[in-house]
């Protein structure tokens, strides 16, 4: 009944999803805090820089492009583009390493 | 002159590896360490390329080990009797 050999359906079936389609809502919770010490970390070395008058392309690029977790759209945070799923979109966690990559940006109209 | 105190809080097992190498030219070589870089701009650059995995702080100046663990160090609540008279001298 249980243990390693439980007859599960991910287990014993083929093809069955073990990746819930969505987050949950702690999930989300994390995620938003992710994307908010990333702003934090970009905001801080930005400072340092003004204060140095050198600016550094990547942090300029990141500043145009990038949204801040507060600017972003609820789709955008937690779901992203994908061409192989019905309505071109799927969780943000089926992301491999999403929680350790930055992922905001989508193509525009979808 | 100013400098970033910059403390790795998620491991880069698992990701490519240019990040683990930027990760060493930083001189962060596991998890919760911390070091002290100067405020340049390809520290600044090297921090972009991990941000998701770094804390970063900017400070006046580098602390050494030692006195960043002073600071962890709680109060211990006591202090020696003895050295007490010194402690409380007012006479000066």
Known sequence: MFGAFRPSGPLFGGLLWKIPYRLSRPQKYRHRQRLKHVDKVVATVDAALQKLGKPVAAVERWKEEMPTEAEMLAKDKYTMFDKKVKKYRKGIHKLPKWTRVSQRLNPPGF | ?92
């Open chain 2, 1 to 92: 002159m100013a400098y970033f105190k910059i403390t790795l809080m998620r491991s880069a097992i698992g990701l490519p590896k240019p990040i683990g190498g930027v990760l060493k030219s930083l001189g962060l070589r596991k998890r919760m360490a911390t070091v002290y870089q100067p405020v340049r701009q390809d520290v600044a650059g090297k921090i972009m390329a991990v941000k998701e995995l770094v804390d970063v702080q900017e400070v006046e100046k580098p602390l050494t080990n030692a006195e960043m663990r002073a600071l962890r160090r709680p109060d211990p609540g006591f202090y020696v009797e003895s050295r007490g008279v010194q402690r409380f001298d007012t006479t000066e």
